[in-house]
């Protein structure tokens, strides 16, 4: 198992600018690497990574002489990574890859695991010697590399980890969510986590920080002061927003073996102009992506419940269809005289994620050994290797 430890470095001004030259290099050689294997595909000819590595170590000395004076990974591993967005673009799982540009591209470059040398809260790098760090390497284990990046003007480094797989406990606990713009997730158990909304919440002075960036004068040391503030408010919003689906998700994954979750269309969802600021800053593919990631480490399953389910409509008791339901309704009151719940007002969000369970385990076929649903389904306790 690869586990990737984020942290902050405390460089020089020095080292600050060492660190931009290597990302600089490393941007110039993904773009010439790149040229070079649209020209040759172009010709009929069969570009691999390998080849267009070799060839630019044959001119590099003479041609691009500055590219010795940082780390030789800088120049190397663009070669590599093109290889592999060629690749995934070939079997259909990416797009094309693209020129990087000097001013929107983030800043970056790799150092393979023999070119650093990691101590106590600092991190050795070649020609340039001992960097600080926030804190120590959090994981046990082989290193295999490290990737370094700004953002916000701040330098971080990710170090991968190869560590031993765990033993994964199964769960017998099983649990539906569903996720929505007002409240972020509701349980099937009734518990709700709230939308936090940190885009919203932080607009206004991001607008504000905005309005002051495009008024000083292009080049200033004034605009690139208010460039700077622009950029730590969008890394805090982000922080923000990772710091709370991240303890979600680990909180989920580690109660429940069975997690229920919507397959909602979520590229259809952000075009929607009314909404799609609210979409993006809810970030429920992160949150999905999380729970699945997650999930696969714990020994969990995440049970995707098809989009057109009607889960917000159906009685979870009896299974009678509320089909006028609108989005302004947030209470279903269930319509069917046999239904325990007839006339009883429910939380809409609250019936769509038992809805949601139970659908789950329907479709792995452990419906009948949940809890009857009688508003008691919390738990859903289920055997022990159903997890």
Known sequence: MIKTHK???YPTPEQAHYFARAAGTSRFAWNWALAEWNRQYEAGEKPTALKLKKQFNEIRRVQFPWTWEVTKNASDQPFLDLGKAFTAFFEGRARRPKFKSKKTSKPSFYLANDQFELGDHRMWIPKLGWVNLAEKLRFQGNVTGARL?????WWFVSIQVEIPDTIAVKKPAAV????????????STGEEVENQAFLKTTLKKLRQANKRLHRRKLGSKNREKARRLVARLHYRITCLRQDVLQKLTTRLTDSYGIIGVEDLHLKGLLKNRRLARSFADASLGTL????EAKAAQRGGQIIK???F??????CHCCGWTWEAMTLKDRIFVCQNSACPYDQFPQDRDHNAGQNVLREALRLIGLLDQAV????SDEDANLPADAG
Do not use: E, H
Not at 176 to 187: E, K, M, P, Q, S
Not at 288 to 291: A, E, G, K, P
Not at 309 to 314: E, G, H
């Open 7 to 9: 942290i902050r470095l």
């Open 149 to 153: 990046t700004r953002q916000a003007d």
């Open 176 to 187: 539906g969510i569903d996720v929505g713009l007002n409240r972020l997730t509701t349980l």
């Open 288 to 291: 999905r992506r999380l729970l």
């Open 305 to 307: 419940v098809g989009r």
């Open 309 to 314: 389910f009607p889960s917000s409509k159906t």
């Open 372 to 375: 009857s649903g009688t508003g």
